[in-house]
């Protein structure tokens, strides 16, 4: 069966900080990935998306980037992280039906 | 551009009694629909999702919602909740073919109270 982990769950890091955040998929092959982001309070918004190998379309201008090194690997990065990155970061993957299976969140808090 | 309307951003409700939570959408076009739930401080599970077929899905934990294409529905219910069901909810809706992306809506709080 198909799994998905991303880590680390939980970080603090002081304003202007690099940021790196991963993502592997399990039990399948070429899949769509995601990169979501949510607000204290608020609803999703996505940042990233890749349907292949170094293939991202970015969805929302920031100081964040996204890579795609692996077939089944996604990582999130900043070279610099503002106060306003602070958020729960989900990565997911899409089925055949369209339905995405998200990870367990990565909790980012910026000082 | 494809939208999706969550009308209620809370939902309190007693133990026991019936809920439904609403999702409207707009689309000019033939769509799936997913309905997903989020317990704090985790990410989204798949409730249940409308690919074709019968417009009345069944999903886990006892939920069930209906389409209702003239109306672009998709209405989220459970006949007895528990204290349990107490979490986020999101509506999506993606376009049969087309674009990779789904449209979610901004959520419904589910307060289940004892």
């Known amino acids: 069966s198909q799994t998905i982990h991303q880590w680390p769950a939980t970080l603090v890091q002081p304003v202007g900080s690099p940021l790196s955040l991963e993502c592997t998929v399990e039990g399948t092959s070429n899949p769509n990935l995601y990169w979501y982001r949510q607000a204290a309070g608020r609803g999703l918004q996505l940042l990233f998306y890749?349907?292949?190998?170094?293939?991202i379309s970015s969805e929302v201008p920031q100081n964040l980037s996204a890579s795609r090194p692996q077939d089944r690997q996604f990582i999130l990065s900043s070279k610099k992280l503002l106060l306003s990155d602070s958020g729960f970061y989900l990565c997911?993957?899409?089925?055949?039906?369209?339905?995405?299976?998200f990870g367990e969140g990565s909790r980012l808090t910026v000082l | 551009a494809q939208s999706v309307t969550q009308l209620d951003s809370q939902v309190p409700v007693f133990e026991e009694a019936p809920v439904e939570l609403r999702c409207n959408y707009s689309s000019s076009v033939s769509v799936y629909l997913f309905w997903y739930v989020q317990y704090p401080n985790q990410g989204l599970q798949l409730l249940l999702k409308y690919l074709s077929g019968s417009t009345l899905v069944k999903g886990i934990n006892g939920f069930e919602a209906e389409f209702n294409k003239s109306q672009t529905s998709f209405h989220l219910r459970k006949p007895s909740v528990h204290i349990s069901d107490t979490a986020e909810y999101f509506c999506a809706v993606k376009d049969w073919g087309g674009s990779y992306i789904p449209t979610f809506g901004r959520g419904t709080s589910l307060i289940v109270h004892p």
């Open positions: 890749s349907v292949g190998i170094g293939q």
């Open positions: 997911a993957w899409s089925g055949v039906g369209g339905e995405l299976f």
